[in-house]
């Protein structure tokens, strides 16, 4: 089994990667680390809280909350897409437990690091703050790190934030760039690669029909925010950008890879350059298997 630290700022598509990991029995989700993305660190605590309440996984991984803003400017959230709440804004979410004392995010990363070294793979969902300010406080940790496996950039198709940058690099541009720049064993899930992981509204339907439950009642609920404002926008379905990004830390065959070296611009611009690579880029996926892979784990039978 790979253990595996998820950092994460919940986020539609970053529950379904989350829902997605708890139903893929190759992995041990030993933490989960929460950043300022999509929604503000702490509602994004709260979600991870959330998620954990709706599907109790077991056993149930440690949760740490991170930075609150970026390195070096202010917070840029998406609520326009994901809700305020970053879970489509539905009203009757029960109360999450929260614990007395929350665990600090970067301290997490660096224990995980120093403890499984090789062994651990770190999945980044959000901005790359907290990964940058683990960097920041023990380097040789990360670089123990057998796998980071990022989702973010936009390398030869456009951005979703501006013409040419991808949302969570665009969030905080200075530590994608320490990220990059670190040489850590990255894959890089760019939209290049997520915006061919699109999953049509039926599919999910049926997969959730075939487990009926309060699982995937909800799960029918916050997507279906998702699935309205994809439509509008012109895709066939949910784009389905987190999920693709721990699908591929279970399976990397799910997509063909580039090595690549890259820059990040003042705007989070994911920019080709030349020298030694610096990551391994995603770049074809194989949309249907990696639908069969996500439809056949997010909402089990129970």
């Not at 660190?41 to 740490?64: F, H, I, K, Q, S």
């Not at 007395?100 to 995980?112: F, N, Y």
């Not at 120093?114 to 940058?132: D, E, H, S, Y």
Request: glycine content about 8%; hydrophobic content about 50%; some cysteine.
């Amino acid at each position: 089994m790979i253990p595996i630290l998820i950092d994460t700022d919940p986020g539609i598509d970053d529950a379904l990667a989350l829902l997605l990991a708890w139903g893929s029995s190759e992995l041990t989700v030993g933490a989960i680390t929460t950043v300022a993305g999509n929604v503000p660190v702490d509602v994004a605590t709260t979600n991870v809280l959330r998620l954990l309440a709706l599907r109790r996984p077991d056993p149930a991984p440690v949760v740490g909350e991170g930075a609150p803003a970026p390195l070096a400017r202010a917070l840029l959230t998406a609520s326009g897409y994901h809700g305020e709440d970053g879970l489509a804004d539905l009203t009757d979410w029960p109360e999450p437990a929260r614990p007395a004392v929350l665990l600090d995010a970067i301290s997490l990363i660096v224990d995980a690091a120093r403890r499984l070294q090789r062994t651990l793979t770190i999945v980044a969902l959000g901005p790359l703050t907290n990964l940058a300010l683990a960097l920041k406080a023990d380097a040789e940790a990360l670089s123990l790190v057998g796998r980071v496996v990022a989702m973010g950039g936009a390398v030869d198709v456009p951005g979703n934030v501006t013409p040419e940058a991808e949302f969570n690099f665009h969030v905080d541009p200075e530590a994608a760039h320490r990220v990059l720049a670190a040489g850590l064993s990255l894959d890089l899930v760019p939209l290049d690669a997520t915006r061919q992981a699109v999953l049509p509204r039926s599919g999910m339907r049926s997969a959730l029909g075939r487990a009926p439950g309060h699982l995937a009642t909800r799960i029918q609920a916050f997507s279906e925010r998702g699935f309205r404002i994809d439509h509008a926008g012109g895709a066939q379905g949910l784009v389905l950008h987190d999920p693709l990004a721990l699908a591929v830390a279970v399976d990397p065959t799910l997509a063909e890879w580039e090595w690549a070296h890259l820059a990040i611009g003042p705007d989070g611009e994911t920019l080709r350059g030349t020298g030694r690579p610096n990551c391994r880029v995603a770049r074809r996926v194989d949309t249907d298997r990696f639908l069969r892979f996500f439809l056949d784990r997010l909402c089990p039978a129970s």
